[in-house]
T-cell receptor, first 113, second 109 residues
Framework: DPKIIQKPKYLVAVTGSEKILICEQY?????MYWYRQSAKKPLEFMFS???????DNQTASSRFQPQSSKKNHLDLQITALKPDDSATYFC????????????FGAGTRLSVL | GDQVEQSPSALSLHEGTSSALRCNFT?????VQWFRQNSRGSLINLFY???GTKENGRLKSAFDSKELYSTLHIRDAQLEDSGTYFC???????????FGAGTKLTIKP
């Protein structure tokens, strides 16, 4: 049973549209993250949350907005989508923010046409 | 430069042989994790180290925080070991975890 659930697995969007990527973790972890992986770059840190509070944001664009409605949820809203946003977006979690093993979801593969 | 320098970028091994992957860090590193990404894209955590060495079956990892490097040794390679291996470092002073560019490992029969 996957303990970190990401939905959808695949997503196709048109340029200029808005999408929400869903992430739920059932590991009882307090910290959650978003990473992005594309052909151009290795796994790239985007955001970290701890107890539903934003701790670090390394994403230059405000088009990317994480949303945490519950402690075990961290969704990612992306607005005004561009073809360059095409990538696989991974959600991850850990027990705490520092010095803890990181666990990943299966990812959402986003293609922007 | 990149905080995490991973080498080699690609490696091909025959079944039954052994080799090592390496990550060098350019800043103080508090801990390191190693992951394998399989052909479906799933990222599996192999090791977490704050110091010293850990072993799990045919895999063994070491982390030297003073010399700023970590290694992942694969012994008696099997076909299912194929994938891309990433190391990830937590820098001292902040909790951000930065990934290396990965080593694509191919195991040949």
């Amino acid at each position: 049973d996957p303990k970190i659930i990401q939905k959808p697995k695949y997503l196709v969007a048109v340029t200029g549209s808005e999408k929400i990527l869903i992430c739920e973790q059932y590991l009882g972890h307090n910290a959650m993250y978003w990473y992005r992986q594309s052909a151009k770059k290795p796994l790239e840190f985007m955001f970290s949350y701890s107890y539903q509070k934003l701790m670090d944001n390394q994403t230059a664009s405000s088009r990317f907005q994480p949303q945490s409605s519950k402690k075990n949820h961290l969704d990612l809203q992306i607005t005004a989508l561009k073809p360059d946003d095409s990538a696989t977006y991974f959600c991850a979690s850990s027990q705490g923010l520092s010095q803890n093993t990181l666990y990943f979801g299966a990812g959402t593969r986003l293609s922007v046409l | 430069g990149d905080q995490v320098e991973q080498s080699p970028s690609a490696l091909s091994l025959h079944e039954g042989t052994s080799s090592a992957l390496r990550c060098n860090f350019t800043t103080t590193t508090r801990s390191v994790q190693w992951f394998r990404q399989n052909s479906r894209g799933s990222l599996i955590n192999l090791f977490y180290l704050a110091s010293g060495t850990k072993e799990n079956g045919r895999l063994k990892s070491a982390f030297d925080s003073k010399e700023l490097y970590s290694t992942l040794h694969i012994r008696d390679a099997q076909l299912e070991d194929s994938g891309t291996y990433f190391c990830a470092a937590e820098a001292g002073g902040n909790e951000k975890i930065t990934f290396g560019a990965g080593t694509k490992l191919t195991i040949k029969p």
